[in-house]
């Protein structure tokens, strides 16, 4: 076999608000390949890969932000520059040259677009005739522009053809997505639902949905994972009230009217995106007992491996954080340069804040934490300690600069508190004992007033 060639991209990201992007390939038959592109401190970055097996289209993707449609294949070799101080900054400024640039060229036509004239509408608010008048108009703009861009003579892109089919094709599933949203949020009934879907898409795609051949298209994929298994519960629900509409009846949906590859995808996602966000051990428990059947019914080893780690990597979480267990060690640096070691508070209560500077709801706990502070302050048996957790350190600096805190502040740079504290979601607040063992790894929030205070307090009385 031949050796497959590598994929380069390098360039310059100026006040980007993200170091590290993650590109997560989609290689058709090889699943969960990814690379992270690592920016130095002047945005600069460079990566050579040989992990890209077939030209496909792909998202630059950071903790908070992500750039999206970068068309990718073995050979290119792409120079992205861009400035991101926010997307309108990116959409203006962002440009890739070099071997592949040709394809990435329908994306940038369409950024600039956006950049010098956003539209805000939302377009299944429209009426009926001005929601088909637009999506017309949409869908034309697209096709000029796609066959301007792809249906010509490459210069250097030997992909260049197989792009503008897979462009396509995400274009195609897009609308569907769009009409689907549309006869949702207008209430039709299950008749009129059908027949709108019908009379304004491709009715040869809707009757071979499960081809293989769509299973190239990232936005086939998310679609089929997320939207469509919606759309066939919720008709469902349009001509028996009694069904209850949640994650197992998805799943059910799923796994007796698919067929092929995307079944297989389509269980493994849905699934897969759950079993982070459980809050509890019971519940984890309870998930792997409802999720035992689908499981069992997907063909694909490797996601059922993948499944079968996320379940072991939650439970480890949930063990390690159990009341009167040791909380885990770190040792981080703070705002003002000191160095702290979860183990410089014992004999102290502690109560741990996991937040980042671009988490709203962390944001808004911050007076009520001050609150909460200000009244142990005084007391030499407490320790208030708030860590940004899967920050940027530029932005944790920044979001100080407007919030001053006074109590102290540490990140997590190398996400050591993020794995060994289970910091999926957050806020999350922590009680720890003056032993230094785990109290509360769900604590109540600052806002809880009274709540949280009394557990303090108990903890200090000990």
């Given at each position: 076999?031949?050796?497959?060639?590598?994929?380069?991209?390098?360039?310059?990201?100026?006040?980007?608000?993200?170091?590290?992007?993650?590109?997560?390939?989609?290689?058709?038959?090889?699943?969960?390949?990814?690379?992270?592109?690592?920016?130095?401190?002047?945005?600069?970055?460079?990566?050579?890969?040989?992990?890209?097996?077939?030209?496909?289209?792909?998202?630059?993707?950071?903790?908070?932000?992500?750039?999206?449609?970068?068309?990718?294949?073995?050979?290119?070799?792409?120079?992205?520059?861009?400035?991101?101080?926010?997307?309108?900054?990116?959409?203006?400024?962002?440009?890739?040259?070099?071997?592949?640039?040709?394809?990435?060229?329908?994306?940038?036509?369409?950024?600039?677009?956006?950049?010098?004239?956003?539209?805000?509408?939302?377009?299944?608010?429209?009426?009926?005739?001005?929601?088909?008048?637009?999506?017309?108009?949409?869908?034309?703009?697209?096709?000029?522009?796609?066959?301007?861009?792809?249906?010509?003579?490459?210069?250097?892109?030997?992909?260049?053809?197989?792009?503008?089919?897979?462009?396509?094709?995400?274009?195609?599933?897009?609308?569907?997505?769009?009409?689907?949203?549309?006869?949702?949020?207008?209430?039709?009934?299950?008749?009129?639902?059908?027949?709108?879907?019908?009379?304004?898409?491709?009715?040869?795609?809707?009757?071979?949905?499960?081809?293989?051949?769509?299973?190239?298209?990232?936005?086939?994929?998310?679609?089929?994972?997320?939207?469509?298994?919606?759309?066939?519960?919720?008709?469902?629900?349009?001509?028996?009230?009694?069904?209850?509409?949640?994650?197992?009846?998805?799943?059910?949906?799923?796994?007796?009217?698919?067929?092929?590859?995307?079944?297989?995808?389509?269980?493994?996602?849905?699934?897969?995106?759950?079993?982070?966000?459980?809050?509890?051990?019971?519940?984890?428990?309870?998930?792997?007992?409802?999720?035992?059947?689908?499981?069992?019914?997907?063909?694909?080893?490797?996601?059922?491996?993948?499944?079968?780690?996320?379940?072991?990597?939650?439970?480890?979480?949930?063990v390690r954080m159990q009341v009167g267990n040791p909380a885990p060690k770190f040792v981080l640096e703070s705002n003002i340069g000191k160095t702290f070691s979860i183990e410089d508070f014992k004999g102290k209560v502690v109560y741990l804040d996991l937040w980042a500077s671009w988490c709203v709801p962390c944001r808004k706990q911050t007076p009520f934490f001050k609150i909460l502070y200000d009244k142990f302050k005084t007391n030499n048996q407490g320790a208030f300690i708030s860590i940004a957790v899967l920050d940027v350190l530029k932005n944790w600096k920044?979001?100080?600069?407007?919030?001053?805190?006074?109590?102290?502040?540490?990140?997590?740079?190398?996400?050591?508190?993020?794995?060994?504290?289970?910091?999926?979601?957050?806020?999350?607040?922590?009680?720890?004992?003056?032993?230094?063992?785990?109290?509360?790894?769900?604590?109540?929030?600052?806002?809880?007033?009274?709540?949280?205070?009394?557990?303090?307090?108990?903890?200090?009385?000990?």
């Open positions: 076999m031949p050796k497959t060639e590598p994929l380069i991209i390098k360039g310059q990201i100026l006040e980007s608000p993200e170091m590290n992007l993650v590109i997560q390939y989609n290689n058709l038959n090889i699943d969960g390949l990814s690379d992270t592109l690592r920016l130095d401190q002047s945005g600069n970055f460079y990566l050579k890969t040989f992990k890209v097996k077939t030209p496909q289209i792909i998202k630059l993707v950071g903790i908070k932000n992500q750039i999206s449609g970068i068309y990718i294949a073995p050979g290119y070799n792409l120079t992205l520059t861009a400035n991101w101080k926010d997307y309108s900054s990116l959409d203006k400024t962002k440009k890739i040259t070099g071997i592949g640039a040709e394809s990435n060229r329908y994306r940038f036509v369409l950024d600039s677009i956006w950049a010098a004239k956003p539209d805000t509408t939302i377009t299944s608010h429209l009426n009926e005739d001005d929601f088909l008048k637009r999506i017309k108009k949409s869908q034309n703009f697209s096709d000029s522009l796609t066959h301007a861009i792809f249906d010509r003579k490459p210069i250097q892109d030997k992909y260049l053809k197989y792009m503008g089919s897979l462009t396509r094709l995400n274009r195609k599933f897009s609308l569907l997505d769009l009409i689907i949203q549309f006869t949702e949020y207008h209430k039709y009934n299950h008749e009129k639902s059908v027949d709108f879907v019908r009379n304004n898409f491709d009715n040869d795609i809707l009757n071979n949905i499960y081809r293989e051949d769509y299973f190239k298209s990232d936005d086939y994929k998310y679609f089929m994972s997320t939207a469509y298994p919606f759309y066939l519960v919720r008709l469902d629900l349009k001509t028996d009230s009694t069904i209850q509409y949640d994650l197992g009846k998805q799943l059910e949906k799923i796994n007796k009217v698919y067929a092929g590859k995307i079944k297989d995808y389509a269980l493994n996602f849905l699934m897969g995106e759950e079993i982070p966000y459980c809050s509890s051990l019971e519940k984890l428990n309870g998930l792997k007992e409802q999720f035992k059947p689908y499981i069992s019914d997907i063909t694909n080893q490797q996601y059922k491996r993948d499944l079968n780690t996320k379940f072991s990597e939650r439970f480890e979480e949930f920044k979001a100080l600069e407007v919030d001053k805190p006074d109590w102290i502040q540490l990140i997590d740079k190398d996400e050591i508190v993020s794995n060994s504290y289970g910091a999926d979601h957050i806020p999350k607040f922590i009680l720890i004992d003056k032993k230094g063992n785990i109290v509360n790894s769900n604590a109540p929030w600052p806002s809880s007033g009274r709540e949280i205070e009394e557990l303090i307090n108990q903890e200090i009385a000990k």
